[in-house]
């Protein structure tokens, strides 16, 4: 019973191409990101959704269109794919929890290669 | 500059060892601190997490926050080579946790 899931786990591809990532959850959470992490391994978030609505879009090409179609699921577009897109992209979800801290959890990842 | 600095590591101790990992941060905003354990090929999963100064324990590990120094430590003690991970910390400005901004992680190492 996986919490978060994204499919695929590997995607290699040419440069110029278009890709989509799928994320779903099954915890009921309102919000959902995704996180680019780098071969440095630093985590960036790139997009959060809260209830299908967009509420962070850090500076990330317009390459990059997230598409909310339920609260379950966000997906990541990215059209022609460049070289400096390979990375492992994360899924995470949260819920709001009055005054607690919102746990972030996330998914295993999906490790994009352009070549 | 990165707003959230972490040594890489790796850093490798023998089992049993106390380990201490730590981050620097330059933005005196940030109220909340996470620490992230990321096994290989595989997604973070929140540790820790800390309001504020003071300290935090939770078994064998123990986070400490420092504001005035701007510096997060997390402790291990009695490591095991099942500890053997990436360790991120990460920062917010409110409970929400909507925008983290995360160190690059120090990889760790524990030999049986």
């Known amino acids: 019973d996986t919490a978060v899931s994204q499919t695929p786990k590997y995607l290699v591809t040419q440069m110029g191409n278009d890709k989509s990532i799928k994320c779903e959850q099954n915890?009921?959470?309102?919000?959902m990101y995704w996180y680019k992490q780098d071969s440095k391994k630093f985590l960036k978030i790139m997009f959060s959704y809260n209830n299908k609505e967009l509420i962070i879009n850090e500076t990330v090409p317009n390459r990059f269109s997230p598409k909310s179609p339920d609260k379950a699921h966000l997906n990541l577009h990215i059209n022609s794919l460049e070289l400096g897109d390979s990375a492992v992209y994360f899924c995470?979800?949260?819920?709001?929890?009055?005054?607690?801290?919102?746990?972030?959890?996330f998914g295993p990842g999906t490790r994009l290669t352009v070549l | 500059q990165k707003e959230v600095e972490q040594d890489p590591g790796p850093l490798s101790v023998p089992e049993g060892a106390i380990v201490s990992l730590n981050c620097t941060y330059s933005n005196s905003a940030f109220q909340y601190f996470m620490w992230y354990r990321q096994y290989s090929r595989k997604g973070p999963e929140l540790l820790m997490y800390?309001?504020?100064?003071g300290n935090k324990e939770d078994g064998r590990f123990t986070a400490q926050v420092d504001k005035s120094s701007k510096y997060i430590s997390l402790f291990i003690r009695d490591s095991q080579p099942s500890d053997s991970a990436t360790y991120l910390c990460a920062m917010s400005y409110n409970n929400a946790g909507n925008m983290l901004t995360f160190g690059g992680g120090t990889r760790l190492m524990v030999k049986p």
């Open positions: 800390t309001y504020s100064s």
């Open positions: 995470a979800s949260s819920q709001a929890s009055g005054g607690r801290y919102n746990e972030q959890f």
């Open positions: 915890l009921g959470h309102d919000t």
